[in-house]
């Protein structure tokens, strides 16, 4: 009997701290410069990682009051999140497929988007280079373990168009050797950086100083190679709407596009609507 | 607390009979999810068995050197995330692992294969059956064993003809259970096995995994899913409840 009570006591507690937990974010969104901090939702591609963190600190550091919270993750998952009406502010994706889909969703307004980077792939392999691989068409050799970003994520989406311009065989012989199918392209390069797999796709942003001690770089000649657009935008229903803006423009800013060049992203193809 | 108990699951329902175009779906990596799950959980059961059993009752009847250490590892897995037993099988059995790079001088690679899908289930699995069978076999009188010694049973005989028929029903309920637990597994499987259909894409990796690209998959993936477990449940509910109870008196024995 007196283990209920104990358990009821505890019950009340937990509602008490339920309820004390939303309480506590609406406040937050209190404008900056109260004592609160606002926090501003980023739903980023993971290939942005280190290149946002940094961003975010400096960003940060200009307006006092605000802190960045980031979602990093395939910009795929990312937008299936944001169609299931996951609140946020801002979303920065590394193709326009995916934005696209969610300006379909009605969460992205048609026309707000902005290129703000671009990236290229290359080719992956741990340090020692186990399969031995010197080229893009050694990755259809037989037994070369291969891991790529599933389908959806846009490193893959990239992946396929250049392996779309390769003859029919090495196409065939290519996807035979896919062993793991990952959900972002930072997991492609964990994978390849603990030595589980001969190679892997990923972005050459994605090479950051930590990695390319443990990995080999292949690069994929540019006459092959795909210009991977990235476009940023805030969202319809963002939160912190005037923030939103303003990390935005930041983010266009020549100061964050030499951090951005800085890990490895190259200009925008066209600084306008996609 | 019921009520947040329940209206999880008759949302996952609801949502899912409200799905558009259920019927027309891609069916292709379901099926290719359902069967790769089944046969494997299936090859990790039997694993379980044949290798938890002798363990459980070696745990229960004899006494040596380590015993509480490795009741400790052997109970681990139950209570450690499973992304935790992942990585932990990773660095064991991965290409660079303590196992790993023996095994890769015979040309064998666990990473990304079958193999690794199964080692995750057995992994995190097989605590969950060894536990019930050690604590059933702890359960039954040394009488047995030793009036079985007395009429001249050999030792196999007595583990084969006498503790096993006594515990059947909780070796089966823990066998469930661990089934069920193999069937979930998804932490260890997306680190160790990877994410391929076909090959290493089992139910729980389908569900995650077509979040992003087809929510009906998702969706018809859970519900099977959640089918599978309510029928575990009701398995171990229907063995709790026949009779006779484990604890009776066993007619061979007179």
């Not at chain 1, 990235?230 to 990390?247: G, K, M, N, S, V």
């Not at chain 2, 380590?66 to 059995?93: D, Y």
């Not at chain 2, 023996?102 to 193999?115: D, E, G, R, S």
């Not at chain 2, 909780?170 to 090959?199: D, H």
């Amino acid at each position: 009997m007196k283990a209920k009570w104990v358990f009821c006591l505890f019950l009340v507690w937990g509602l008490i701290g339920c309820r004390a937990g939303p309480s506590g974010d609406a406040a937050s969104d209190a404008p900056a410069g109260g004592r609160r901090r606002t926090e501003l939702t980023v739903f980023a591609a993971a290939s942005l990682t280190d290149a946002f963190n940094e961003l975010a600190a400096t960003f940060a550091a200009q307006n006092p009051g605000v802190q960045v919270v980031f979602n990093f993750a395939g910009s795929s998952q990312l937008a299936a999140q944001l169609r299931e009406g996951v609140p946020a502010d801002l979303f920065a994706s590394a193709n326009t497929t995916q934005m696209q889909a969610v300006i379909e969703a009605g969460r992205v307004a048609a026309g707000t988007d902005v290129l703000f980077v671009s990236n290229r792939l290359t080719v992956i392999v741990p340090a020692d280079n186990p399969a031995n691989i010197h080229a893009l068409t050694d990755l259809a050799q037989p037994g070369v373990q291969l891991i790529l970003a599933v389908a959806g994520v846009p490193v893959r989406a990239y992946t396929d168009e250049i392996v779309a311009t390769m003859p029919a065989e090495f196409q065939q012989r290519f996807y035979a050797n896919l062993v793991s199918e990952e959900d972002n392209v930072r997991q492609v390069a964990a994978k390849i950086a603990l030595g589980e797999a001969d190679a892997g796709i990923v972005y050459t942003s994605d090479v950051t100083p930590d990695l390319a001690r443990r990995v080999q770089q292949i690069p994929i000649p540019a006459a092959q190679n795909v210009i991977a657009a990235y476009p940023i935008a805030p969202l319809a229903d963002a939160p912190h709407p005037e923030l939103a803006q303003r990390f935005l423009d930041f983010i266009l800013s020549p100061a964050a596009q030499a951090v951005l060049a800085r890990w490895g992203f190259a200009p925008p193809p066209a600084n306008e609507n996609p | 607390m019921a009520l947040f108990l329940v209206i999880p699951f008759i949302a996952l329902i609801w949502r899912a009979a409200t799905l558009e175009g259920a019927l027309a779906l891609n069916q292709l990596p379901i099926i290719s999810a359902v069967t790769l799950s089944l046969g494997t959980t299936a090859i990790a059961v039997v694993l379980m068995v044949i290798l938890g059993t002798p363990l459980a009752y070696i745990l229960s009847r004899h006494r040596f050197p380590l015993q509480r250490l490795i009741t400790v590892f052997v109970e681990l897995p139950i209570v450690m995330p499973p992304v935790v037993a992942g990585l932990a099988l990773l660095s064991a059995f991965g290409r660079r692992g303590l196992v790993g790079i023996p095994l890769a001088h015979l040309n064998i690679t666990i990473p990304f294969t079958l193999a690794a899908v199964v080692l995750a289930q057995l992994f995190v699995a097989s605590p969950f059956y060894i536990r019930a069978a050690q604590s059933r076999f702890d359960s039954l009188p040394r009488e047995y064993e030793d009036a079985a010694a007395v009429d001249g049973a050999s030792r196999w005989a007595i583990f084969w003809r006498v503790m096993l028929p006594q515990s059947a029903r909780a070796l089966l309920t823990g066998l469930i259970v661990g089934w069920a637990r193999a069937l979930g597994e998804f932490g260890a499987t997306m680190l160790f096995a990877g994410n391929l259909q076909g090959r290493t894409q089992t139910m729980p990796l389908l569900v995650y995994g077509a979040l992003e690209q087809d929510l009906r998959v998702t969706f018809v993936t859970a519900l099977i899913l959640l089918a599978l477990a309510v029928l575990a449940f009701t398995l171990t509910r229907w063995l709790a409840g026949i009779s006779p109870p484990d604890g009776d008196t066993p007619t061979f024995l007179g």
